[in-house]
């Protein structure tokens, strides 16, 4: 019993660990960020963090694992049930509210920023990790709109799109946003429509 509470405890803290580095790294980058300041966050000593992951670099893939790991998360709950057309609404729905967690949003963004500076420094596991994710996360995605490409290439792409309205901080009534959801609205009007175009009021009459 005493060794599976100490298992417990060491689980617990290795999540605690993570999700601090999620928002140290969000905030200051790969480089930015030391070990000390994430230990300081979940209030251990540098010597323990180091005995959850054996360095900073395996803290932040850990981070970054669970960054797109909870993206996907929010896709398949949005859309389960789902497929084609109607799933793409849904997760895109899903992500516009995702992305209101910046920490979030810029952990995903420092990603990137990250696997470059890495392969620059010849530290090739976080561009070697990032990648798998993000293509894991592709294929969940092409699989969920029905296994076309294309489309799932078009809704990655979308979201990049968000990101990047996000990280500049255009607030979500600025015009630049305008064309996001018409493609909801007009899906909703279409389907009050009854055949020929005429629609159908609340009480099942037509209406031309």
Known sequence: MARASMRMSAEERRESVVRAAMIEFARSGYRGTSTETIARRVGVSQPYLFRLFPGKQAIFKAAADRCIEETWQVFDEASAGLTGEAAGEAMS????????????????????????????????????????????????????????????????????????????????????????????EEHAEKSDEGPEGRVEDPAGEQTE
Do not use: C
Not at 111 to 116: A, E, I, N, P
Not at 126 to 149: H, P, S, V
């Open 93 to 184: 729905r899903a992500y516009l509210g995702l992305v209101e967690d910046r920490e979030q949003l810029m952990m995903q963004m420092q990603l990137y920023v990250s696997v470059f500076a890495g392969d620059t420094a010849d530290e090739d596991e976080i561009g070697e990790a990032a990648r798998k994710g993000w293509l894991d996360l592709f294929d969940r995605i092409r699989i969920r709109l029905g296994g076309d490409t294309d489309e799932a290439t078009a809704f990655m792409a979308y979201g990049m799109l968000i990101n990047t309205l996000v990280a500049l901080g255009f607030p979500r009534e600025h015009r630049i946003w305008d064309g996001f959801g018409r493609g909801d």
